[in-house]
């Protein structure tokens, strides 16, 4: 069974940095495109930043420059390089992944909880 494992979450001052990690069950070559999304209190969820099945990286305007997202093949992880954090940055951030069957549906962690005061 796939799982997707987040951790790194937790309160952090504006200005700081956190590093959120997402631990994969399986090869992550399985997937084709994997991604972090958040969500905030009484938002939708929105994308972060994610791997794209060409190889890319893609980024909300609202985190570039500040975030990077990583991934170690080996370890199966992928990772969540928070700097230069923001208040509005607070939301609970979800790690996904689509597998490489188009039929099959996304995979979700349980999430983590990100917090930044102001």
């Known amino acids: 069974q796939v799982q997707l494992v987040e951790s790194g979450g937790g309160l952090v001052q504006a200005g700081g940095s956190l590093r959120l990690s997402c631990q994969f069950s399986v090869s992550i070559f399985d997937f084709r495109r994997m991604a972090w999304h958040r969500q905030a209190p009484g938002k939708q969820r929105e994308l972060v930043a994610a791997?794209?099945?060409?190889?890319?990286?893609n980024y909300a305007d609202s985190v570039k420059g500040r975030f990077t997202i990583s991934r170690d093949d080996v370890k199966n992880t992928m990772d969540l390089q928070m700097n230069s954090l923001k208040p509005d940055d607070t939301a609970v951030y979800y790690c996904n992944a689509a597998p490489l069957d188009w039929a099959l549906p996304d995979y979700w962690g349980q999430g983590t909880q990100v917090t930044v005061s102001s």
């Open positions: 791997f794209t099945n060409r190889g890319t990286t």
